[in-house]
């Protein structure tokens, strides 16, 4: 049984920080392509970032400069360290696990991240 199980999420402050985590299990981590996703009130799911097996790295223009995405295949994890964060970063982050570069095969169950003062 595969399981994404995200955690971090939270209430900050604009200009804050915050760290997320997805812990897999069930899937061979190590040859998997992990993924954020976000989702804010009334707009389309979009790629926030991602890392494959190869660490092959790719984030969205709006979080460039300000998220890094990071992966422990010992621990099967995935990170995405959020700075300077800001209100359009609201929304429901997801984790992902591909078997392939481009592949979202599993979906976390998501964690809220609201940004305001």
């Known amino acids: 049984q595969v399981q994404l199980v995200e955690s971090g999420g939270g209430l900050v402050q604009p200009g804050g920080s915050l760290r997320l985590s997805c812990a897999a299990s069930?899937?061979?981590?190590?040859?998997?392509?992990m993924g954020w996703y976000r989702q804010a009130p009334g707009k389309q799911r979009e790629l926030v970032a991602r890392?494959?097996?190869?660490?092959?790295?790719n984030y969205v223009d709006s979080v460039k400069g300000r998220f890094t995405i990071s992966r422990d295949n010992a621990k099967n994890t995935v990170s995405l360290q959020m700075n300077s964060l800001k209100p359009e970063d609201t929304a429901v982050y997801y984790c992902t696990a591909g078997s392939t570069p481009y592949a979202n095969d599993y979906w976390g169950q998501g964690t809220q991240v609201t940004v305001s003062s």
């Open positions: 069930g899937i061979i981590f190590r040859l998997s392509a």
């Open positions: 890392i494959t097996s190869g660490y092959h790295i």
